[in-house]
């Protein structure tokens, strides 16, 4: 699924400069156009489960996009992006978009396909539900304060209500519930399975520093939002 998207009450770009010029954006999008229509006409290769996978992932993208486009005149105060935030972000990217579509569109890493009994690839696409719900319902409950990065915006507020009110990372458990859905809807180690690992490092890197940017901004308000609500799950207050 869609790569640039990651939780935050917070989010990497310093002023008012979009992550991606509008140039670029374009031709990311009509790449992946050219690569799923590939990918259609591969769908008895591929199997049902990949049909699966790019409807999810093009129902990520139309999510995301009028946040993406409306957020970019946010005014950014405060903002990390370090080497090591460009390697994940990179990481996501390649594992969530491009390896997964290449494949399909290419059979490219067949030579890396794996079998898997049909009643995996049905959860995997049920897991898409809940998935598209909480990463719709999230984008929406952060409103402006969401980004693709590790920024605070002027004005910037602590969103404690909506899906908020009971997962402290909603978005984060939507696109936890993509990569484990992935490698059981492309049943291939490069195009599906890479991308648990790469978001394994995003979950571990990035959010001990997200959670220390909400804490230095809300203080005492932040606190007592990490004391009542879990980060993954809503009775375990890690």
Same mark, same amino acid.
């Given at each position: 699924?869609?790569?640039?998207? $990651? ?6 770009? $310093? %002023? ?8 670029? &954006?374009?031709?990311?999008?009509? &790449? ?23 409807? %999810? ?11 993406? /486009?409306?957020?970019?005149? @946010?005014?950014? $105060?405060?903002?990390? /992006? ?36 049909? &009643?995996?690839?049905?959860? %995997? ?12 319902? *999230? ?5 402006? @304060? ?8 002027? %004005? ?24 484990? *859905? ?5 049943? @291939? ?50």
């Amino acid at each position: 699924m869609t790569a640039g998207h $990651v939780d935050a009450q917070l989010g990497s770009n $310093v %002023g008012t400069r979009p992550m991606m010029s509008g140039l670029g &954006t374009l031709v990311m999008l009509v &790449t992946a156009l050219v690569l799923m229509i590939a990918a259609l006409f591969r769908w008895r290769e591929n199997g049902w489960g990949a049909l699966a996978w790019l409807f %999810g992932f093009v129902a990520m993208t139309a999510i995301r996009l009028p946040h993406a /486009k409306r957020n970019r005149a @946010n005014q950014i $105060v405060t903002a990390r /992006k370090g080497l090591d935030e460009t390697l994940l972000l990179i990481g996501m990217f390649t594992t969530i978009m491009v390896l997964p579509l290449l494949h399909l569109a290419t059979g490219v890493f067949a030579f890396a396909d794996y079998q898997l009994p049909a &009643t995996a690839t049905a959860f %995997g696409a049920i897991l898409l539900v809940p998935m598209l719900w909480l990463f719709w319902r *999230s984008h929406a409950d952060l409103g402006r @304060n969401w980004s693709p990065g590790l920024e605070v915006r002027h %004005g910037h507020d602590l969103v404690t209500g909506g899906v908020y009110a009971r997962w402290r990372h909603p978005m984060y458990v939507a696109i936890w519930l993509t990569v484990l *859905s992935q490698p059981l809807l492309i049943h @291939n180690a490069i195009g599906g399975l890479l991308a648990v690992p790469a978001f394994a490092a995003m979950w571990l890197l990035r959010v001990p520093q997200e959670e220390a940017m909400l804490r230095e901004r809300f203080g005492e308000a932040y606190d007592a939002y990490c004391a009542r609500v879990g980060r993954l799950w809503p009775m375990v207050r890690s």
